[in-house]
């Protein structure tokens, strides 16, 4: 399997972890979460605030310690950006929301599309810096990848 297929999976994934999980807009309307894979689409305007709330799942690094074990461990994190207008500035509250729901949709999947799994340790992590109205948090990650070995050759 590919990093890319495993972008992929993940978003997939997601998705299926937020179904039905919707955030209010600052006009009141119900707002389903966008998920995007490695970068978010470029602005259209300078206050473009359409791509909020979203999920970016991304890749950072991989390594295969040895061609024996016949597994990759890829580096993943999942971004979550919101924006909660409200005075109270208590909009890290979805974005652990939307966190919780997946990490525990990953650790009750197990396996995903019968070829990757997250590996511990899973760390999860809040923006530090008040940036009103927007909000940020994250997870990071392990998935393990199996790959292919090479071919003995019988005589």
Known sequence: MTIIELLDALAEESREALKGFCLRSAKG???????YTQN??????????????YV?????????ENAHEGKELADIYFVVGIIDKEK??????????????????????????????????VKTMLQEEDTYP????????K???????????WI
Do not use: W
């Open 40 to 53: 978010l689409p470029l602005k259209e305007e300078k206050n473009d605030e359409k791509l909020y709330p």
């Open 29 to 35: 309307n119900e707002i389903p979460i966008n998920i």
């Open 134 to 141: 927007y909000f940020m948090g994250g997870i990071q990650a």
């Open 88 to 121: 109270d500035n208590q909009g890290f509250r979805d974005v652990l929301q939307i966190l919780e729901r997946l990490k525990q949709h990953f650790f009750r999947k197990g396996i995903i599309k019968g070829a990757f799994r997250l590996e511990y340790p």
């Open 143 to 153: 998935c393990e990848l199996f790959i292919i070995t090479e071919e003995e050759e």
């Open 56 to 64: 970016c799942v991304c890749y950072e690094s991989s390594d295969i």
